[in-house]
């Protein structure tokens, strides 16, 4: 795969490390907290690609999936604040939701894969968080939408989502300190 000649030098780094401030500033700890940078680390790598060639590659998702679930599962054995069993079924919703959007909105099946993730990282934490942190993706993707209309672009054009569904979860877990 390509590198993306649009972004400028440095742009994965300063967006891991603008990702990695505002979780801190969010405060979580341990295993939870461990789970949120792995997640963030996989996103800025998967929102990159997603932004250059509208794809979200397996070889990326799985791994955000994998590594995100483990980390909570050991969350559960160290006694974290947090609910295992809420976040397997945050991580069924999202999928399921977003399972039915390729069919209806255009989404991809990249998105499909990177949605356990985060359905399982925002269930840990709560139905509240799930609810604000998968809207808060649509939203900002919405107002993006808006903007690139204004600007001008077809209404049919691919707009990348995975960038959107990372940034909405990152805003919950950044204001949830």
Not at 20 to 36: M, N
Not at 51 to 56: E, N
């Amino acid at each position: 795969m390509q590198a993306a000649h649009w972004a400028p030098s440095l742009s994965a780094e300063l967006l891991a490390a603008a990702a990695f401030a505002a979780l801190a500033a969010g405060g979580a700890t341990s295993g939870f907290a461990a789970a949120q940078y792995w997640l963030a680390a996989c996103g800025v790598a998967l929102a990159l690609i997603d932004l250059a060639v509208q794809r979200l590659p397996n070889v990326l998702t799985a791994p955000a999936c994998a590594g995100t679930i483990l980390l909570l599962a050991g969350a559960a054995l160290a006694s974290e604040p947090g609910s295992l069993g809420r976040a397997a079924a945050g991580a069924g919703a999202v999928t399921a939701v977003f399972l039915l959007l390729p069919l209806t909105a255009g989404m991809g099946l990249g998105d499909v894969k990177l949605a356990p993730a985060i359905g399982a990282l925002l269930g840990w934490h709560g139905w509240t968080s799930l609810w604000w942190g998968a809207l808060a993706g649509f939203l900002i993707g919405g107002v993006c939408g808006v903007a690139l209309l204004a600007t001008g672009r077809h209404r049919r054009a691919q707009v990348a989502f995975g960038p959107f569904m990372l940034i909405g979860a990152l805003a919950v877990f950044a204001t949830s300190g």
